[in-house]
């Protein structure tokens, strides 16, 4: 059987390169246009737009969340969940930022980084506040709905970034 070489993609290992350097006239894949179609004609956000939708989408999510813990456990549960919010916050831009550095074949590493960031800040901040005593205030638990609810929106943003390649339409 005799695989077909993939290497033949209209973007090489360079687009990076040129999306940051075309950013500045607005052409590149962080710049301010809705989407860049690839050599496939599939529509990719950029990132940019990714971050736009994304930190609006965590914050309101992170204040319901917030509203509804204060109303379950207090009004002292309010500080641990605007902490809990802003850690999976940071850690959502912080793996779309890691995850948008590799593109073409190499996507998929780029996807299991982002997911990797977004994983162990979150994991990191409730180790801490196990150790720290800080469940009483019922911050895991806030860290838990914040993160689970930043993970679906992440994962649909980064997969719409996702660039469609031949590695992963298996051709």
């Given at each position: ?146 993160y689970l609810y930043s993970l679906v929106i992440d994962t ?16």
């Amino acid at each position: 059987m005799v695989i077909p070489p993939q290497n033949d993609d209209s973007d090489s290992a360079t687009e990076g390169r040129r999306s940051v350097s075309s950013a500045v006239t607005g052409g590149g894949s962080i710049g301010a246009g809705v989407g860049n179609r690839d050599g496939g004609g599939t529509l990719r956000m950029s990132l940019g737009i990714a971050l736009a939708i994304l930190i609006p989408v965590l914050a309101c999510g992170g204040l319901l969340i917030g509203l509804v813990a204060a109303n379950l456990w207090g009004p002292a549960t309010a500080t641990a969940a605007f902490l809990a919010s802003v850690i999976c916050i940071a850690g959502s831009i912080l793996g779309l930022l890691a995850g948008s550095i590799f593109t073409g074949p190499q996507a998929v590493n780029g996807l299991l980084l982002g997911l990797f960031c977004r994983m162990s800040l979150a994991l990191g901040a409730g180790m801490v506040a196990m150790i720290g005593g800080w469940n009483g205030s019922r911050f895991v638990e806030c860290l838990l709905a914040n993160y689970l609810y930043s993970l679906v929106i992440d994962t649909v943003l980064a997969v719409w970034m996702l660039r469609s390649t031949r590695a992963l339409r298996g051709t």
